[in-house]
């Protein structure tokens, strides 16, 4: 049986943003049941219930491990079910959580290449002490078996592909075309039960859904995708912000390059919002927005939100 859990379901900055006062904001800090709070975007996955894999670190995590009981210790002085990480990409809300997990406990970093560079050529993710965590490359296209520190299978095997996007903020540089952006950036992932053949497809980051890619998730179980923002515009409409979702390399929600136009046609059994801005009004209940996705067929993923496959 494959369990994904999510361990946050809020893009960057999460919901509440710490330094944003917007209506929907106010409400999640009100304690509005319509409005619950929700982290920075990341899952965990496992094959067995006990064993768990870390897709992305996001900074949140520390209180991610704390408030999902399947994470805690069980036995043992020193112990976590945490047994291996996978890193998408270099943004910090996919690594700066690594951070937390410098207590000398051993598993496997698993990243493209291209990843393991960038944290190698940082000195703070040196915390990682090498002798309790390997850095394992994935290289794209190739479904890789994941194991833990000591090389028993986890059951499951994960498999990476690129998908439109834009380099890591922090890493942008604007005299480059695409601001250095390489394939690599923007990766999507597949998790596999390896005894079953179920799977999950995670893509929290996407600026479109070309012909290559819709055909690559067609008749999938489930997909986890980028909900980062409702309409393009959607931050200079709050009047928090000048970036639309197109250049922070998110595709909108609505509209006619929208996720909801470009899934409409494909058969996907369940399909579920991640990573979602705290300016989108699909994070609340009520809102005339969040019943637009759900007519569609989506469900809108919330902290602590637990699927069996």
Known sequence: MLRILVLGAGAGGGFPQWNCGCAQCRRARAGDPAAPVRTQSSIAVSADGQRWVLVNASPDLGRQLLDRTALHPVGGLRHSPVAAVV?????????????????????????????HDILGANAIFNVLNPEYVARRPLAPHEPEPLADATGDSLGLSVELFPVPGKIALWLEDPTKPGFGSVPEDTVGVKITETATGRHVFYIPGCASLPPDLGRRIDGAPLVLFDGTTFTDDEMAAHKVGTKTAARMG?????????????????????????????????????????????????????DGMEIVL
């Open 87 to 115: 890193v998408t990409n270099a943004d910090v809300d996919h690594v700066a959580g690594l951070l937390t997990l410098r207590e000398s406990h051993a598993f496997p970093l698993y990243a493209t290449r291209r990843v």
């Open 250 to 302: 998110h595709m909108a929600m609505s509209g006619p390059d929208g996720s909801l136009t470009a899934f409409a046609p494909l058969r996907i059994d369940r399909k579920v919002y991640i990573h979602i801005n705290n300016t989108n009004p699909v994070l609340v209940a009520d809102t005339a927005a969040r019943r637009v996705v759900e007519e569609a067929g989506w469900e809108v993923a919330y």
